[in-house]
């Protein structure tokens, strides 16, 4: 599904990504790792069209990429959910949800029941104000906000960060889920090192910008990433 090779990023004058190569394939979480300011956002920028990549080649669903920008990648199948959410405070969740409809064609404009199942607090709080939800339920609905423009590939940024455990556990069965259905690729950002070696089928740990380690999660061993991760 996505096929990144040999990827650079700049912000400025400032380097941040040097020749990052991965793939993500359908029904499969590859999960990136690595501490922080390794690049993990950024790469994520320049996949989603978010941020211009200086270079290299991205090849989505079997078509060559140039630089296309966010919208126009979300139009194609791209979700991005981002690291602190960016859902709209003033509005209400189902507003919310509603904002995915400008990526899809003005029959598909409608939530479907399979969203309300997978996130079910999300159905009872329909007509309160994202602002109002705590840090678990708004993080749930940006994903789900993200589910909602039906993405071929799914891109998550942190999402564990400052959310309670019991959150946390939803959030992996649901990506468990997704992943199961075997119609979408995930890449997962993520520093909670249980919860992304768990569910990762390919692993990729960035060092520096570059990429120090790429392999599938049954080929490593737990303590051997840990302690890549840990440096």
């Keep these: ?33 690595g501490t922080n300011g390794v690049g993990k956002t950024s790469l994520l920028r320049a996949i989603s069209g978010t941020h211009p990549r200086s270079g290299g080649d991205i090849t989505f669903d079997g078509r060559p990429l140039g630089q296309i920008g966010a919208h126009t990648m979300a139009q194609m199948g791209v979700g991005y959910v981002p ?6 405070p003033l509005l209400t969740v189902r507003e919310n949800l509603q904002t995915g409809f400008s990526c899809l064609p003005r029959s598909e404009h409608f939530i479907p029941d399979a969203i309300f199942d997978l ?29 909602i ?4 590939l799914l891109l998550l940024d942190e999402p564990t960060e400052g959310i309670q455990p019991n959150i946390i556990q939803h959030i992996g069965k649901v990506i468990s889920l997704l992943r199961d259905r075997g119609d979408m690729a995930i890449v997962l950002v993520e520093q909670y090192f249980d919860f992304a070696f768990e569910l990762a089928d390919q692993i990729v740990v960035l060092r520096r910008g570059k990429v120090v380690e790429n392999a599938a999660r049954n080929a490593v061993k737990r303590k051997d990433v840990l302690a890549i991760v840990s440096v």
């Design 1 to 33: 599904m996505l096929n990144v090779k040999d990827l650079t990023l700049h912000y400025g004058k400032s380097q941040i990504l040097y020749d990052i190569t991965l793939q993500a394939r359908l029904g499969e979480v590859t999960c990136v790792m």
């Design 83 to 88: 690291q602190g959410r960016d859902i709209f």
């Design 119 to 147: 996130f079910p607090v999300l159905n009872e709080m329909a007509h309160r104000r994202g602002g109002d939800l705590s840090g678990g339920q708004q993080q749930q609905l940006a994903i789900a906000r993200a589910l």
């Design 149 to 152: 423009t039906k993405p071929k």
